[in-house]
């Protein structure tokens, strides 16, 4: 994945944040850790999808609570579309990339970004993922290797999953 050095604002923030996630990443993971945010971007942001994100942007609450619960949806809907497939281990990463493009996004569009904003969207996107995967699991659904689900408070909401993006990962992933 590569990343662009943006001089102002949230988005050279954010940049960095990319940049130092992506070191830590084992490099055999590297191009799945890609398809899941090139898939996730193309429901962000094609012209079939956008509207609903859109939507849930102008809706009523926090910004970190939509911005994290929004990702958690997306990557609800990403596993949904990969048949699982999807590698656990990568779904904190790959939702803290799209976490950081959609904060980009709200930043480029005129609405208020900062770190602390970033921050309490990432607690609500982890919270999330890790309540989401101790759903599959009492469910005897989640794969091998998912995050622990320990400390989860708040469930993913449903409303992405209803968007239109089927086979968007594998889409991306050339399949």
Do not use: W
């Amino acid at each position: 994945m590569k990343t662009q050095d943006k001089s102002n604002g949230f988005a050279a923030q954010g940049e960095e944040y990319i940049k130092h996630l992506l070191e830590k990443i084992d490099p055999k993971d590297r191009d799945s850790l890609d398809r899941i945010v090139i898939a996730g971007q193309k429901v962000m942001f094609s012209k079939e999808t956008h509207k609903y994100m859109l939507s849930m942007l102008d809706s009523q609450g926090e910004m970190s609570d939509k911005l994290g619960i929004g990702i958690v949806e997306l990557l609800g809907l990403l596993f949904q579309q990969s048949k699982g497939n999807l590698p656990p281990h990568l779904a904190i990463p790959a939702g803290s990339i799209l976490l950081v493009k959609a904060c980009e996004y709200v930043e480029k569009t005129g609405g208020e970004m900062n770190i602390d904003i970033f921050s309490d969207a990432m607690t609500m996107m982890v919270t999330g993922i890790k309540k989401y995967a101790q759903e599959m699991e009492s469910q005897g659904q989640q794969p091998q290797g998912a995050p622990p689900a320990q400390g989860a408070q708040q469930p993913p909401a449903q409303g992405a999953a209803q968007a239109p993006a089927q086979g968007l990962l594998s889409q991306a992933q050339g399949v």
